[in-house]
């Protein structure tokens, strides 16, 4: 029935499923709907979206796909019917125009000429008015006004039905915002970053296990407590955070990854670095020169069950990656990527966190060159990157 | 059964036909929607309006989806046990029916069940509920009986969107977001809570109101529910609508501001903006 929509929907990547289409018909068939359009609307959104992520495009689609259908249930009374609302000038707006009807605009004098008439003759005119080829009104032959057949260079106030509801809802797409949220939260981090926990019993037996007494008392004959460790979060992580210079632009999100992560893991140690780590790290930003630390030293201290996140924009001249002496601030001895390449032979579970959005990254020869160093391993500071990289990291 | 709203409650179209939907095809709804917007109200509304009883389940983050069906308090067994009670012999004694079961046992009219904020809890308790919540029935090992509703209740599940939900649990939910309401509903939920409120005072209340909404860089932006402690507030005071509108120029902090924002960096933001627009001004 509505097969068409369903896949419509599944490109334009809406995850629905089979199971979804058939509570969606089930509802249909049971009158839900009622025989308005709005009502199915909802009926659908309800039942085949889950996430208000989605929401948005599940508008676009719907608003494609039906458009055909709404305007010719529409147009039948329309004419009769339209009731124009009293702020005109404030809905002018869509215009769809051909190359014929802008020639015509052309030739009433251009677009901004053609506002101006408008304006002029929505003084002139006082009340509603209806065909004639000269006012403004609906199903007339001149250039403003709704529903007209003369070419509709502007369309006006169609903004109520005749229902009196307002615009076509899915039309508004008051969803947009929130379309793949990329606001990104200090507890939205924390909740990304949780997946990445592993629960491991360690250290000294001090909370009752209650099954593991049951168990025992019953199998002794008298009451026998038992103790276990607490669970403790296993995960070891060493972040290495680029500072100064570009990374200017992203300093807040940056701030509260740092605090996410701060809170969220037991271990967790950072270092910062400038564009690319090179042979030195430091652990202080005021006084990096005096206080590196070399990245052998870092290499040797973390064993490799220390997961590696490195953060950066890995936005710099590919010469700061690739050559020697190509370091920003002073003479580094060996490539970047030589020290990059140190890094990841050491740490197996190494992502790179790049705050830059995933589709400049193909602009940026550096990016790809690091890209490439990672081996793929690179995701955006969004919560969906933030996502990827946990699985990645948890392989 | 159709659910209409109350005369509480400002239900708009697109959220009655989400619940109506529900309700007829048996399954659960899921609400979702900003802190504040009447999520857990909704559930207690339907249940009203309904004329059904409601069962709320609060989720916290240690809530185990075994706990909404029932447990077995092993522990008092074993004390029983050990003094020699003779109740220690059946084990149904032990144990303690949840929330789930409570309303699947719910005599005459089946209830509402609420299970508020569902993403408090551990990631995998939405799969650990799929085929209770689908089937309505479960199977208690201890005494090998069947637990089957005799009617299948009417389930909403909020969530604050703390945790993405398991794909395979939300195929099989309806699915609302409650958005913030505009401010002509918003008028509406005002009257309904406090009628006879001065029009002008609620009308300019409603433009500071959704002027602070867009002061960018708020931690928490004010929602429904603190707009109406703030309107109770302001009428508590008995302030002439006048003293909302000196916002131009001097006070940029709204009188009665605690109500509305609940962080000390916001009300610091509000008063260095307040500060600016001073110095602006002179």
């Known amino acids: ?395 | 059964m159709k659910f209409q709203g109350t005369e509480n409650y400002v239900a708009t179209e697109d959220l009655m036909v989400a619940v109506n939907a529900a309700i007829t095809l048996q399954r659960p709804l899921l609400v979702k929607g900003e802190p504040g917007t009447g999520k857990t109200v909704l559930a207690e509304e339907i249940a009203k309006s309904l004329g059904k009883k409601l069962i709320t389940w609060s989720i916290k983050s240690t809530t185990r989806a075994q706990q909404g069906l029932y447990e077995y308090d092993a522990v008092s067994r074993l004390r029983d046990s050990q003094l020699g009670d003779e109740r220690v012999h059946d084990i149904g004694n032990y144990i303690v029916k949840g929330k789930l079961w409570e309303a699947f046992e719910a005599d005459g009219e089946a209830p509402v069940l609420l299970i508020d904020e569902i993403d408090k809890a551990d990631i995998e308790f939405p799969n650990d509920l799929l085929q209770e919540l689908d089937r309505m029935e479960f199977f208690v090992y201890e005494t090998q009986q069947t637990v089957k509703a005799t009617n299948r209740p009417i389930v909403i599940i909020t969530s604050n969107n703390e945790k993405e939900l398991p794909d395979a649990f939300l195929r099989r939910c309806f699915f609302h977001y409650i958005r913030f309401p505009d401010a002509d509903t918003m008028a509406e939920i005002i009257e309904v809570h406090y009628p006879g409120i001065q029009k002008r005072l609620v009308s300019e209340a409603l433009n500071l109101f959704y002027d602070m909404r867009d002061v960018s860089g708020l931690k928490k932006k004010p929602s429904t529910s603190e707009l109406l402690d703030w309107l109770k507030l302001l009428m508590a005071e008995d302030l002439p609508p006048e003293a909302l509108r000196a916002k131009d120029a001097k006070t940029a902090v709204p009188p009665m501001h605690g109500a509305l924002l609940k962080n000390e960096q916001d009300v610091h933001l509000f008063e260095r903006l307040a500060f600016m627009a001073r110095r602006e001004g002179r």
């Open chain 1, 1 to 395: 029935m509505f097969t068409g929509f369903f896949y419509k929907l599944k490109d334009a990547r809406v995850p629905v499923s089979l199971r979804e289409y058939l509570t969606l018909l089930e509802a249909v068939e049971k009158g839900l709907a009622g025989y308005s359009v709005e009502d199915f609307y909802y009926l659908a959104r309800s039942a085949l979206v889950k996430d208000e992520r989605h929401l948005d495009k599940f508008d676009r689609v719907f608003s494609e796909h039906f458009k055909g259908v709404i305007d010719l249930a529409e147009g039948m009374d329309e004419v009769e019917k339209t009731e124009i609302p009293e702020e005109w000038l404030k809905k002018l707006a869509e215009k769809f125009l051909t190359d014929e009807e802008k020639a015509e605009i052309e030739a009433l004098g251009g677009w901004e000429k053609l506002m101006e008439t408008l304006k002029q003759r929505l003084e002139e005119q006082k009340g509603r008015h209806q065909g004639g080829n000269k006012w403004i009104g609906t199903a007339g032959t001149s250039p403003f006004g709704a529903y007209g057949y003369n070419p509709e260079g502007v369309r006006i106030g169609q903004d109520k039905s005749r229902h009196r509801r307002a615009v076509k809802v899915w039309d508004k797409r008051e969803f947009k915002n929130l379309d793949d949220s990329v606001e990104i939260g200090t507890r939205n981090i924390k909740v990304a970053l949780r997946r990445l926990r592993k629960w491991a019993r360690t250290g000294a037996a001090d909370e009752l296990d209650l099954p593991g007494t049951i168990t025992s008392t019953a199998r002794q004959g008298w009451l026998d407590v038992q103790m276990r460790p607490e669970r403790h979060n296993a995960v070891k992580v060493l972040m290495l955070f680029d500072i100064g210079g570009s990374m200017d632009d992203h300093i807040k999100v940056c701030e509260e990854l740092f605090s996410a992560v701060k809170t969220e893991f037991k271990h967790l140690e950072y270092y910062y670095f400038h564009n690319c780590p090179y042979e030195g790290l430091w652990k202080d930003n005021a006084r990096r020169w005096n206080e590196q630390v070399s990245t052998w030293d870092v290499i040797n201290t973390y064993g490799a069950d220390y997961k590696l996140v490195i953060v950066g924009d890995a936005t710099m001249s590919p010469y700061e990656i690739t050559y020697p002496g190509g370091a920003v601030e002073y003479w580094n001895a060996e490539a970047g990527a030589v020290w990059m390449q140190r890094l990841l032979d050491h740490f197996e579970h190494a992502a790179w966190i790049n705050p830059q959005p995933e589709n400049w990254w193909r602009h940026h020869q550096s990016i790809q060159i690091m890209h490439k160093l990672m081996e793929g391993r690179m995701f955006p500071l969004t919560l969906d990157g933030l996502d990827r990289m946990t699985g990645e990291l948890n392989r």
